[in-house]
């Protein structure tokens, strides 16, 4: 089916207490592995590109790769930018058919990060498209992003954050990180449920990548409905790419070692999905 965008499906999600997962991709077989999970558990997914990605190549790039997918599947998939970092960044996903889009405000002042998110959202609603923003900082490196050493997000600013933007979902700081954590991240659990009391729209959890499943099934009983891996994705494509170089080092073929790769993700996806509990939710 063709691509859709993120609102029903985190709706559906919120309402039916499950979560969707949001799989960072950066190549073609990437795009293939999460599509694939998605297929085999018939649940909906999310694929995102972060600015560094669509660097790399652009967007249209990663766009025409998870349109192939999505209209050969027969399960819901979307395709958003995560952590746009620029109101321009996020128009030319937007422009380019992205079904759903995130403005990353969130290293500005309170009204600075408000004023850029509603810019974006304006533009977005006018063809449907959701948004998602963030308030607090998620710590950690990714790519190029420092998210620095994070501030929690406050539940009395995230209401009047989602009230005067009109944002269809959020992401809050809540003491993950982008990355490879050195020890077990400390999650407050209770603001995420004081967050939810007084925020509707869907939250969303970022840094996912070696948080506890258990910790992850916990912060969606209070309210998650999308939860973001991307490090972990890339440990598992690099480790199936080097376990097939270090058996057959006289490889010349990218097919070959680029197949493990993409094997490794998908069957890491498909374990995230039941954490998830998006299996058959499609
Ligand atoms: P991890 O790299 O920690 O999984 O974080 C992913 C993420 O939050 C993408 O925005």
Partial sequence: M???TTKEMLLKAQKENYAVGAFNVENMEMVMAVVKAAEELNSPVIMQTTPSTVKYADVEYFLANAKVAAEKANVPVAMHLDHGNSFELAMKAFRAGYTSVMIDGSHSEFDENIAITKSVVDACHCAGVPVEAELGKVGGKEDDLDGGAGGYTDPAEAKEFVERTGVDSLAVAIGTAHGVYKGEPKLDIDRLAEIREVVDVPLVLHGTSGVPDETVSKCIERGICK????????????????????????????KKYNALGREYVKEYVKSKMLVCKSNNRA
Avoid: M
């Fill in 2 to 4: 063709a691509l859709v």
């Fill in 227 to 254: 939860v973001n891996y991307a490090t972990d994705l890339r440990i598992a494509f690099s480790k199936g790419v080097k376990e097939y170089l270090s058996k057959d080092s006289e490889v010349i073929d990218p």
